[in-house]
Structure formats: C-alpha cells, structure tokens
Nanobody
Framework: QVQLVESGGGLVQPGGSLRLSCAAS????????IAWFRQAPGKEREAISC????????IYADIVKGRFTISRDNAKNSVYLQMNNLQPEDTAVYYC??????????????????WGQGTQVTVSS
C-alpha cells in the first residue's frame, strides 16, 4: 500500500510559480497512476491533472492547461506539479492521489484509491 505526502505549497503573488511534490513510500510509485486534485474553500474537489505510471500519458483540466505541468520521476518515487502564472482562483488545498496503474488501452485519470494529506497554495498580493 502506497503512502503519499505532498509538499511545496505556500503563499505566492499573482503571476508567480510554485512546484508541488508528491512523495511516495511503502510501494514503488511506478505501480501507480497519479492525479492532482484541489479543493478551494466552499467548493467541491476538482481534478486538475493526471499522469500514467510510465509518464507517457497526461491529462490537464482546461482551467490549468498551458500553465501547469505534471511530471514524475519513478526513480525518486515522486510526482511533481509545476504551476506557473498562478492566479487567486488557484488558491486551494492541493492533493495527490494514486490508483494502481491501468493498461494503456483502458487508461484514464485516477479516482484516488490513496490520498496524501494535502498542501495549501495561496495566491494573493
């Protein structure tokens, strides 16, 4: 069973950048597809990006496409979310989540069998 820990959140001004990390332990990250979700106060949790276990497939929500980049380094058991041009509406708690990997023919973003505790991102001047 994999355990996930997010880091890298913080306070940033509009237009700034942050890089979130999701570190895995307990099982090789290469066995898992990973998704990043976020939840803003008073709003439902939303999926923003996901990546296959190999890193070959990625998906982005329209609201972050062109600004956020998901990547992974299985040798380091980590997944990253590079966030550029952050805006106040990006303020939320960001979570990474994992599902056991799916085959390419059936691949889709993970629903989240396993979750991290979240990291706060605040975009404010």
């Amino acid at each position: 069973q994999v355990q996930l820990v997010e880091s890298g959140g913080g306070l940033v001004q509009p237009g700034g950048s942050l890089r979130l990390s999701c570190a895995a332990s307990g099982a090789p990250l290469a066995y898992y597809d990973i998704a990043w979700f976020r939840q803003a106060p008073g709003k439902e949790r939303e999926a923003i990006s996901c990546i296959s276990n190999s890193g070959r497939a990625t998906i982005y929500a329209d609201i972050v496409k062109g600004r956020f980049t998901i990547s992974r380094d299985n040798a380091k058991n980590s997944v990253y979310l590079q966030m550029n041009n952050l805006q106040p509406e990006d303020t939320a708690v960001y979570y990474c989540a994992a599902d056991p990997f799916r085959l390419p023919t059936t691949w889709r973003c993970p629903d989240g069998d396993y979750w991290g505790q979240g990291t706060q991102v605040t975009v404010s001047s």
